[in-house]
C-alpha cells in the first residue's frame, strides 16, 4: 500500500497499577507470628510464610519448590520456571532456613504418602493447592495485620517496597523479583516514600509540626457543638 492507514493512530498507554498496600515490618513480624508451630501444620505455615516475605517469590514458585531448591550452605532458593518460563536464583534469611530446616526435620517425613521430591506438602500429603495457599496466607494476614488486605502477593511488595526504602539498588530488587524489565520494578519505587516523607517536613511550609498556638486551638474546639 503506498500509505498507511494506521500512521495517524494514537495507541492506548499500558497501564500500570501501583501495589495497593503493602505490609510494615512490625506487620509482617505479626503475621509470621500467627501460626501455632505447636501443631505440625501450623509449623509447616510458618515456614510457608517465612519464604514468602524474604525471598518475594510467587505463589506458583512456592508450590513448585523441591527439597533439593533450598541452599543451606549458600543461603538461596532455586526457583525453577518461574514467570517467564526463567529459572533464577535468590537469597533467604538465615531465620527462614531454620523454620525450613524444622518442617523439614520435624512434619514433612508424616506428610509423605507417596515419594514426592515437592518440599511443601498438604495435609492429604500431596502438592499444596493454590486457592488454600491463598486463603491461608489471607486469613494470616487478617490476624496479624486487620487493617491490610493481601494474599500470597502482598508478601512480594512488602519486600520489594521494604528492600528499597532501606537502600536497595533497584537492580538487585529487580534481579530478585525476576522482572525482565526495569521498567517494572520501579513501579515501586513510587510506592516507596520514606525519601519523600523526609523531604517533606523539611521543604514544605505545611509540613512542620502544629505550633503551640496550633495545638491550643484544636484542643478548644474539642468543645463545638454538633451541626444540625
Known amino acids: 500500500m503506498p500509505v498507511d492507514p494506521a500512521v495517524g493512530l494514537v495507541l492506548p498507554k499500558a497501564e ?3 501495589p495497593e498496600v ?16 505447636t501443631t ?3 509449623l509447616r505455615d510458618r515456614a510457608i510464610l517465612e519464604i514468602l516475605y ?9 508450590i513448585g519448590l523441591k527439597i533439593w531448591d533450598i541452599d543451606h550452605a549458600r543461603g538461596t532458593v532455586f526457583v525453577r520456571q518461574g514467570k517467564g ?3 533464577h536464583h535468590v537469597p533467604i534469611g ?4 531454620l523454620w525450613v530446616a524444622r518442617y523439614s526435620d520435624l512434619v514433612r517425613p508424616k506428610l509423605v504418602v507417596n515419594e514426592t521430591d515437592v518440599l511443601f506438602l498438604s495435609a492429604s ?8 495457599l491463598s486463603r491461608t496466607a489471607k486469613a494470616y494476614i487478617a490476624a496479624g495485620a486487620p487493617e491490610k488486605r493481601g494474599s500470597c502477593h502482598l508478601f512480594r511488595h512488602t519486600a520489594a517496597t521494604l528492600m528499597l526504602e532501606g537502600g536497595a539498588d533497584i537492580r538487585y530488587v529487580s534481579e530478585m523479583l525476576g522482572h525482565a524489565k526495569l521498567e517494572t520494578t520501579a513501579l515501586y519505587t513510587r510506592v516507596s516514600i520514606a525519601k519523600l516523607r523526609a523531604v517533606h517536613p523539611a521543604t514544605h511550609p505545611a509540613g512542620n509540626d502544629a505550633s503551640g498556638a496550633e495545638v491550643s486551638l484544636l ?7 454538633k451541626s444540625s
Not at 515490618?25 to 501460626?35: F, Q
Not at 538465615?94 to 532456613?97: E, H, P, V
Not at 500429603?125 to 488454600?132: E, H, N, R, T, V
Open 16 to 18: 500500570h497499577r501501583l
Open 22 to 37: 503493602t505490609l510494615s515490618a512490625e506487620e509482617t513480624e505479626a503475621v509470621l507470628a500467627g501460626p501455632d508451630v
Open 40 to 42: 505440625a501444620l501450623g
Open 54 to 62: 524474604p525471598t518475594a517469590i510467587r505463589r506458583a514458585e512456592l
Open 85 to 87: 518460563a526463567k529459572n
Open 94 to 97: 538465615s531465620r527462614a532456613l
Open 125 to 132: 500429603g500431596g502438592p499444596l493447592c493454590a486457592d488454600w
Open 219 to 225: 484542643r478548644s474546639t474539642s468543645g463545638l457543638p
